[in-house]
């Protein structure tokens, strides 16, 4: 006799409940990004015409550029410069008066002391390291180069406190090498205007010495430092007064609002005044 099987017992379906109107319009849509379309490194390149008669209005413009950091000697530049790290240079040319004048060759800020520099630039970002820093680079110059700035880059980047930034401001501007020492302003103005983009400072470098030529490449960072302080500014850029703005490839640059014998003699007033 054949047995009898129980059914399994079903379960009845859900019947979907539909969103009430008020439900249905607080639901928000998800939000779809269009993708933003950037414009390439190599689309913003400079022509070789445009960065000859760039490099032209900065010479017209401040024919022997400067430093802003004040010192009376290769070693005194390299001490300020290595104050200056995250520091503003107005900031260091404060401090350094009283340091220099108690010691300005590498003996004398050795026998210092770090105690006592540190109470001479206290008012300089970093102060406790920066004072260890300098007593230890002067104690080795003294000790390895014979109380002499060293003449190369690899020898320099030896020295506490000292980056490549930091040598080749000190090549160029105590030695008259054709160094470009990259800093915020610079990698702001090689990406900003397509002159030498790059994603560190030494592509930026790198780029420069590529695209900058020969006859201007020794003040080239003099100039393109000052015309980012003052000029292409990080927040708002005076694009208006800006000598280079015909060959700037800045998408967002407004157009200028001066004749160019005008920016040119902005930026003859303002480097002169400032470097």
């Not at 249905?24 to 779809?32: E, F, I, S, T």
């Not at 000598?243 to 967002?252: G, H, I, T, Y």
Request: net charge positive; with cysteine.
């Amino acid at each position: 006799m054949a047995r009898k099987t129980n059914p399994k017992p079903t379960t009845p379906k859900k019947t979907p409940v539909k969103p009430s109107r008020k439900q249905a319009a607080g639901k928000k849509k998800p939000v779809v990004k269009k993708p933003v379309r950037k414009t390439s490194a190599r689309a913003m390149r400079w022509s070789e015409a445009e960065i000859e008669e760039a490099f032209r209005r900065f010479q017209e413009a401040n024919p022997e550029p400067r430093g802003e950091l004040n010192h009376v000697n290769p070693f005194t530049l390299l001490v300020a410069v290595v104050l200056s790290a995250q520091a503003t240079d107005a900031g260091v040319n404060k401090a350094t008066p009283a340091l220099f004048a108690a010691a300005d060759t590498p003996e004398k800020m050795a026998a210092l002391g770090e105690e006592r520099v540190r109470e001479l630039i206290k008012t300089i970002g970093l102060y406790r390291t920066k004072a260890k820093n300098v007593v230890s680079l002067s104690q080795k110059l003294v000790a390895e180069h014979a109380s002499t700035v060293p003449r190369t880059r690899e020898e320099l980047e030896a020295l506490p406190g000292v980056g490549r930034k930091t040598a080749n401001v000190v090549l160029n501007i105590a030695f008259g090498e054709a160094t470009i020492a990259v800093d915020t302003h610079l990698f702001r103005i090689g990406n900003r205007t397509g002159l030498a983009p790059g994603k560190n400072p030494l592509e930026i470098e790198l780029g420069l010495e590529k695209v900058v030529p020969d006859a201007y490449r020794r003040h080239a960072h003099h100039w393109l430092i000052l015309h980012g302080r003052y000029i292409c500014v990080a927040r708002t850029p005076k694009c208006e007064r800006c000598l280079v703005n015909e060959q700037c490839k800045w998408p967002e640059k407004t157009a200028p609002a001066f004749p160019l014998a005008e920016r040119i003699a902005t930026s003859r007033s303002v480097m002169a005044r400032e470097g």
